[in-house]
Nanobody, 112 residues
Framework: QVQLVESGGGLVQPGGSLRLSCSAS????????MYWYRQAPGKERELVAH????????NYAGSVKGRFTISRVNAKNTVYLQMNNLKLEDTAVYYC?????WGQGTQVTVAS
């Protein structure tokens, strides 16, 4: 079955950086778009970024454009989210999504 496992979350100060990873299995990873979502307390889950199978196309939410970078290594069945210049409002649980499945999420907390 499809499995998505996120890692790399944690506590970081404003202006800091984190890199999230999502390791995938159970489907033909290199054929699928990959998505990062996030959900902050009391808010709806929102799309942060996505990347096409061959990495040619990426798209970002306006709130993270210029600060976050999505990438993938198909040989490793892994998608990444590099997050720079983190802000308090980036605090959320970050989820990976693909092939109709969600990961369990990884907590990112930005606090001084």
């Amino acid at each position: 079955q499809v499995q998505l496992v996120e890692s790399g979350g944690g506590l970081v100060q404003p202006g800091g950086s984190l890199r999230l990873s999502c390791s995938a299995s159970g489907f033909a990873f290199s054929n699928y778009f990959m998505y990062w979502y996030r959900q902050a307390p009391g808010k709806e889950r929102e799309l942060v970024a996505h990347i096409s199978p061959g990495s040619r196309d990426t798209n970002y939410a306006g709130s993270v454009k210029g600060r976050f970078t999505i990438s993938r290594v198909n040989a490793k069945n892994t998608v990444y989210l590099q997050m720079n210049n983190l802000k308090l409002e980036d605090t959320a649980v970050y989820y990976c999504k693909a092939a109709g499945a969600w990961g369990q999420g990884t907590q990112v907390t930005v606090a001084s």
